[in-house]
């Protein structure tokens, strides 16, 4: 039976986990302009073999995001069966596996991109979880980590050589941030090795990701690397119906701008969605999504002024009301 990666349309426009910005309001957000997976912020495998209450909460959703894929860190493989059951009781479509994160406080422990230099427990990793999950298993990396110098057991290692580890595998998916551990999450991506990692991945969808700019440049990428479709992050600040605009470029050749009236209601239907699951003590956390979604009018001055100092929906809806 085809798992529900092989069933979508390509190409999939979908989403990357992203710590902090995709709980569940966002990805609703998302999902409502036409996202065709979403991802939730990693997870410590550790924090739910350990039975975390707090990282539990962390992974409530709405049934309007299916299909949804949870992503889990950490470094240790016997963490894995356990988190694995524990997703797969919620409900969830997917399981992906982080093996990019450059952060000190994974990638400074072994973790996340810096456990491509161990491959035979990257390998662990993935073999646990596929044992332990009926759900589809995907990987996230990046394209390289440079050697260490002075320590020949340290070279460079690529996508590539992930790519080959993990041949064995019946992974559902591959998504690779185009750039290295060296430049976390400036400057271009790589697109000509992009295309060569497509052209070697044979386990599973392939999708791309990082310094997507404009619907135009995002459709030329993806055309020129072949890849089975995108997973966007920080491009969608602000503007979630990226999604929407892809897509109708990609089938009419055209794509509508939106209007200040679909920006406002988008962002008044955030702040409700955000004050549903998280309550007034959350609701700090849509101060910077209103800062984005007003960054392109001429009176984001002044707006930003007001939003900063959102406590609850009415409040912005006050706000938008005005404007
Ligand atoms: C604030 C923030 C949080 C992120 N959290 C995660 C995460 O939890 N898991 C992950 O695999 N990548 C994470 N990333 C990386 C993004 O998913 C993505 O790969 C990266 O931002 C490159 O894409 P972009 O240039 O289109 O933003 C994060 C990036 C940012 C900026």
């Given at each position: 039976m085809k798992n529900f990666w092989q069933q979508l349309e390509k190409p999939i426009i979908s989403m990357t986990p992203m710590a902090g910005i995709t709980d569940s309001a966002w990805r609703q957000i998302c999902k409502m302009w036409g996202a065709d997976i979403v991802h939730t912020e990693f997870v410590s495998a550790d924090a739910l073999h350990y039975d975390s209450k707090k990282t539990l909460k962390m992974l409530k959703y709405k049934t309007s995001e299916h299909p949804i894929v949870v992503q889990l860190f950490g470094r240790r493989p016997e963490m894995y069966p356990k988190a694995a059951k524990i997703v797969e009781s919620l409900g969830v479509d997917g399981i992906d596996l982080n093996f990019g994160c450059p952060a000190k406080k994974v990638a400074g422990h072994g973790g996340g991109i810096c456990l491509l230099r161990d491959m035979d427990t990257v390998k662990k990793i993935v073999a646990t979880t596929i044992e332990s999950t009926k759900l589809p298993v995907s990987v996230k990396t990046r394209m390289s980590l440079n050697a260490v110098q002075g320590d020949p057991k340290q070279g460079k290692i690529t996508v590539f050589d992930f790519i080959d580890a993990l041949a064995e595998f019946p992974l559902a998916a591959l998504i690779v941030h185009g750039?290295?551990?060296?430049?976390?999450?400036?400057?271009?991506?790589?697109?000509?090795?992009?295309?060569?990692?497509?052209?070697?991945?044979?386990?599973?969808?392939?999708?791309?990701?990082?310094?997507?700019?404009?619907?135009?440049?995002?459709?030329?990428?993806?055309?020129?690397?072949?890849?089975?479709g995108i997973a966007l992050s920080r491009a969608l600040y602000g503007q979630p119906w990226l999604f929407k605009q892809i897509k109708d470029y990609i089938e009419t050749g055209k794509y509508k701008e939106i209007s200040d009236q679909e920006i406002k209601d988008t962002a008044i239907k955030h702040a409700h969605l955000l004050w549903e699951s998280k309550g007034a003590n959350g609701f700090k956390e849509m101060r910077k999504h209103l800062l984005f979604y007003v960054k392109a009018r001429p009176d984001a001055a002044s707006l930003r002024k007001q939003l900063v100092a959102v406590e609850n929906p009415q409040q912005v809806e006050k706000i938008f009301n005005k404007i």
């Open positions: 750039r290295t551990y060296e430049t976390p999450y400036t400057g271009p991506v790589d697109l000509k090795g992009l295309k060569k990692a497509r052209k070697k991945f044979k386990n599973g969808i392939f999708l791309i990701n990082g310094s997507f700019q404009t619907v135009e440049s995002i459709v030329k990428d993806l055309k020129y690397t072949k890849a089975d």
